[in-house]
């Protein structure tokens, strides 16, 4: 009969170990639940601070881009040609609708973009103002590879501030090139031009967009941007963005 109780007791108290084994487990469990579930939330609301700061330098970017008389100048020379060369009006018309159209699909995407597509955007705003400035502007090509992603609004301002920077009536014209290489980082854009140049600490609005560019690189692609001086004059901007960065948003 003891020898019975013994064994009910033994058994009982094994029973309470392992009812506080598993009670222990739950809370373990519960604890490390919880701790994953504030983890993911932080991850979220990070990720959300991002996109709507993302969202911000974008729109900041095109507030920068749209400049007022530029607008105004295509717009009159439009006015100009479609009396004097009708059809180089038609395709002003038709390149200065793509660029706008562009710029605001830039803004509303939220990933990164095939390189291709922001080749168009940029060769849209080019022949805008080669139609405006004639053979002041020349523009070389040499992009064999495109296929990688990057932020809207990447190349496309990096252009627009070199001619912005670069172009000067009464000097020689200005020459652009835009050129793309695979490296073994990722991809590798090189915009050179051969301006006055100017200096990279200067905090006006054409440099602050340039900044703008480097913090979304950063942040959507772990790409980054450097700016230097052309030899002989000029200004040479690279921007190198990570292989495979990206590649799974839109295309």
């Known amino acids: 009969m003891m020898i019975a109780l013994s064994i009910q007791m033994f058994i009982d108290s094994l029973s309470l170990v392992s009812i506080s084994y598993v009670l222990s487990a739950l809370a373990m469990y519960r604890f490390i639940l919880s701790d994953q579930i504030e983890q ?13 700061e993302i969202a911000h330098e974008r729109a900041s970017i095109m507030a920068l881009q749209m400049r007022p008389h530029f607008i105004y100048n295509t717009l009159m020379s439009i006015y100009t040609l479609c009396k004097l060369d009708p059809e180089k009006a038609r395709q002003i018309t038709l390149d200065f ?6 710029n605001f699909n830039a803004v509303a995407s939220d990933s990164t973009i095939p390189f291709s597509k922001e080749l168009e955007h940029t060769r849209a705003y080019l022949a805008v103002e080669q139609a405006q400035y004639d053979d002041m502007l020349v523009v070389n090509y040499e992009t064999p590879y495109i296929q990688f992603y990057l932020p809207p609004l990447t190349l496309q301002p990096i252009v627009e501030n070199a001619v912005k920077h670069g172009m000067d009536p009464d000097a020689e014209p200005l020459h652009i090139y835009i ?5 073994d980082f990722g991809a590798e854009i090189v915009v050179e031009d051969t301006g006055t140049g100017f200096d990279p600490s200067d905090d006006s ?9 480097q ?4 942040m959507m692609c772990n790409g980054k941007m450097t700016i230097m001086p052309r030899k002989g004059g000029g200004t040479v901007v690279k921007v190198m963005i990570q292989q495979d960065a990206g590649q799974n948003n839109e295309d």
Not at 40 to 52: K, P, T, V
Not at 97 to 102: F, G
Not at 215 to 218: I, W
Request: net charge positive; hydrophobic share 20%.
């Open 215 to 218: 913090q979304r690189l950063q």
């Open 205 to 213: 609005k054409p440099h602050t967009a340039l900044k703008n560019i």
């Open 97 to 102: 609708t793509n660029y706008l159209r562009r």
């Open 40 to 52: 993911n939330l932080r991850n979220q609301q990070e990720i959300a601070r991002q996109q709507q």
């Open 179 to 183: 050129r793309t290489q695979r490296t």
